[in-house]
């Protein structure tokens, strides 16, 4: 089966995110039968809660919840369609029409080979 990436809205916060087909892949390796409602900073951080800890993983910046020095603004990501499969991709740059955009796929793809 071929996954493709899917932009998903999370049910907390509001924020769209990326459902990459590797993440598809591995919840289906898995045999999760749903897709994330959360995107990773929200999971983190009810994980976090669960475990009674007082930080919120949310304050570490990031889409993906990597931390981000305190003089560091947190990335915008800018919503794009594909020049190669003509799949919806989130980027962490603003696109020039001038230049083609690629999916996280297609971009590997390209890399690669």
Same mark, same amino acid.
């Given at each position: 089966?071929?996954? @493709? +990436? &899917?932009?998903?809205?999370? @049910? *907390?916060?509001g924020v769209e995110f990326i459902h990459s087909a590797t993440d598809q892949q591995?919840? !289906? %390796?898995? /045999?999760? @039968? $749903?897709d994330p409602k959360r995107c990773t900073g929200c &999971? !983190?951080?009810?994980?976090?809660? =669960? %475990?009674g800890s007082d930080y919120d993983a949310r304050e570490i910046g990031g889409p993906r919840g990597y931390e =981000? /020095? /305190?003089?560091?603004?947190? &990335?915008e990501y800018f919503a794009v369609i594909c020049s190669r499969c003509g799949n919806a991709a989130q980027v962490p740059f603003r696109p020039r029409? +001038?230049?083609? @955009?690629?999916? $996280? *796929?297609?971009?590997r793809a390209l890399s690669a080979g």
């Open positions: 089966m071929s996954y @493709v +990436d &899917r932009t998903l809205t999370c @049910v *907390d916060c591995f919840y !289906a %390796e898995k /045999g999760f @039968v $749903s &999971r !983190a951080s009810r994980r976090t809660q =669960r %475990e =981000r /020095g /305190g003089d560091r603004p947190a &990335r029409m +001038d230049k083609p @955009v690629y999916c $996280s *796929d297609c971009f």
